[in-house]
């Protein structure tokens, strides 16, 4: 359905200002609480790309000589600015994503927490020195930008995961173009105005929009030095072949499958609490949902019972009305394709508990809608076990022993994030030592690490060897460089022929 509402013209961001050359391609970006379209998104041909890359390179050389002093103070007042628009800027998220405003306000929190750890910049790009490491000789590293950084970022967290990148990338000295979703582009264009707003100088962060030419103009683009990506398995793999083959240092953070092991002894008021929270937040449209919950021993039916409840209970509803829990999906396309997978698991012997399928949401008849959803007696082959659904459907699969859930969480393909509940500090040890995944919770359920940590999962989750933001994103953001150096003194020997040693 589409209302009357005014569609704005979106553009790029290149050399500090707005860049509005016509586009030759544009896509739809659309309210998903009414399904109007409330945008019009240009896509960046591989000259614009090029135009991005170019400016952004030119500016990288005068700002990594910039003093950390004057990095910092740019850094607060972006902080400062982030602050001050929150609402403004989480109102824009919910628009185009949907998710709701208490949700968009989270995001807008946790991004803001990765620009605090930058502002510390004279911190985190501190080197180590040893001194005398031969008479008259010390030896120090430091780390210096890599040059000119872009992010290709997916729809589900439009704030929150360009600032895994941004904030980290200009505090070590580099440029960053980001290329943000099709989906969701506007915040990126605001954020871009705040950074300009806050002293960065022009051509440090850019902001070029499109769809895959976008993307395969920066991979292959001769002046990029560094490709931090968040999005699918699929594309994350595309993307990790295609910039490596170019000679660029990649991250690409993958898909998800995270399950949630519930221990006969845990808390069931705690965990059905969480894995409400974590399987329906953000209508599953999270990269640290739980969406599959490993019930042990007889656990299964009380767990149930208790996760019923809870969903019978939720409001869903466009995502501005204050009271809402959990709102539209992103797209009409993606609705449907979340409905698809529930089709699947019925026609593939798994109990539908809870069918979310035909939900509508009154006077919102055109948003994207699917109600929470559960199934019962899922197992591996099961298309609804085996891929990422990203929406608001929560599996129930049973284990007979805390063995059999062990080897099935690591079995699984995806190893982003596994939580497990559990008063016994023994179990909950033994999973945290042999799960084989990024990021563990404990009674948690969405266990994402702080700014000041990194973010990561394993296997089909991560191509590349790092993790992003925090301290893993700093090494990703800089290379190293070791000086070994000597004053000319009374303690040079003259020539020497032989292989330098310490003495
Ligand atoms: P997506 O992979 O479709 O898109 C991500 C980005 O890649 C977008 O900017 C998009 O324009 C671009 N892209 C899409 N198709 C492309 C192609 N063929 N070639 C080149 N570029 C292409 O992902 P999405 O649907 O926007 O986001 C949801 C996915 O992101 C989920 O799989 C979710 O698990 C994942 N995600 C992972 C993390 C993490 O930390 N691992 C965090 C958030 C989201």
Redesign the pocket.
């Known amino acids: 359905m589409s209302t009357d509402v005014e569609t704005t013209t979106l553009h790029h961001w290149i050399g500090g200002a707005p860049d509005a050359t016509p586009a030759e391609r544009s896509g739809e970006v659309t309210e998903s609480a009414t399904g109007a379209v409330v945008a019009r998104v240009p896509f960046a041909t591989a000259a614009t790309v090029d135009r991005a890359v170019q400016t952004a390179a030119a500016a990288a050389a005068q700002w990594r000589e910039s003093s950390i002093s004057t990095r910092s103070k740019v850094l607060f007042a972006f902080r400062e600015l982030v602050n001050a628009h929150r609402d403004e800027l989480a109102a824009i998220v919910t628009r185009e994503h949907g998710k709701v405003l208490s949700d968009a306000m989270g995001e807008v929190q946790r991004g803001l927490e990765v620009v605090e750890f930058a502002c510390g910049v004279g911190e985190i790009l501190k080197g180590d020195m040893t001194p005398g490491v031969s008479r008259g000789v010390d030896s120090y590293t430091m780390r210096q930008p890599v040059g000119v950084m872009a992010g290709?970022?997916?729809?589900?967290?439009p704030i929150m995961?360009p600032m895994?990148m941004h904030p980290v990338a200009i505090a070590c000295g580099n440029a960053f173009v980001l290329?943000?979703?099709?989906?969701d582009p506007s915040v990126s264009l605001r954020v871009a105005e705040l950074w300009a707003q806050a002293g960065l100088p022009a051509g440090v962060f850019s902001v070029v929009n499109?769809?895959?030419e976008?993307?395969?103009a920066l991979?292959t683009h001769p002046l990029v030095d560094a490709i931090s990506?968040?999005?699918?398995?699929?594309?994350?793999q595309?993307?990790h072949a295609t910039g490596s083959a170019h000679g660029k240092r990649v991250q690409a953070?993958?898909?998800?499958k995270n399950h949630a092991v519930v221990l006969p002894d845990a808390d069931l008021e705690l965990a059905a609490d969480g894995l409400v929270s974590a399987g329906y937040g953000s209508a599953g449209?999270?990269?640290?949902?739980v969406s599959v919950a490993v019930a042990v021993g007889d656990v299964a039916d009380p767990l149930i019972a208790r996760i019923t409840d809870r969903i019978a209970v939720l409001k869903i509803a466009d995502g501005t009305e204050p009271d809402a829990d959990m709102g539209p999906l992103?797209s009409e396309r993606?609705r449907a394709r979340v409905a698809e997978y529930v089709d699947a698991g019925v026609a593939e012997g798994a109990t539908l508990l809870v069918d979310g399928r035909a939900l509508t949401v009154e006077g919102r008849e055109g948003g994207h809608f699917l109600g929470p959803t559960l199934f019962d007696h899922v197992k591996p082959g099961m298309r609804i076990y085996d891929e990422?659904i990203?929406g608001p459907v929560l599996v129930v699969v049973r284990a007979a022993t805390y063995p059999e859930a062990i080897d099935l969480v690591n079995a699984n393909a995806f190893g982003?994030g596994a939580a497990i509940f559990t008063n016994d500090g023994g179990a909950a040890r033994a999973f945290e030592q042999d799960v084989t995944a990024g990021m563990v919770g404990i009674n948690v359920p969405i266990p994402v690490p702080m700014a000041y940590h990194s973010?990561?999962?394993w296997k089909a989750?991560?191509f590349g060897d790092v993790h992003?933001h925090g301290p893993e994103g700093v090494r990703f953001c800089t290379r190293a460089k070791v000086v070994t150096r000597r004053w000319p003194d009374p303690s040079h020997r003259g020539v020497d022929l032989g292989f330098p040693t310490a003495g």
Request: hydrophobic share 45%.
């Open positions: 290709i970022t997916p729809f589900n967290f995961v895994w290329k943000p979703s099709e989906q499109g769809d895959k976008a993307v395969d991979l990506f968040v999005g699918s398995t699929p594309i994350a595309y993307v953070l993958g898909g998800a449209q999270r990269c640290m949902a992103v993606h990422e990203f982003n973010f990561g999962g989750s991560l992003i």
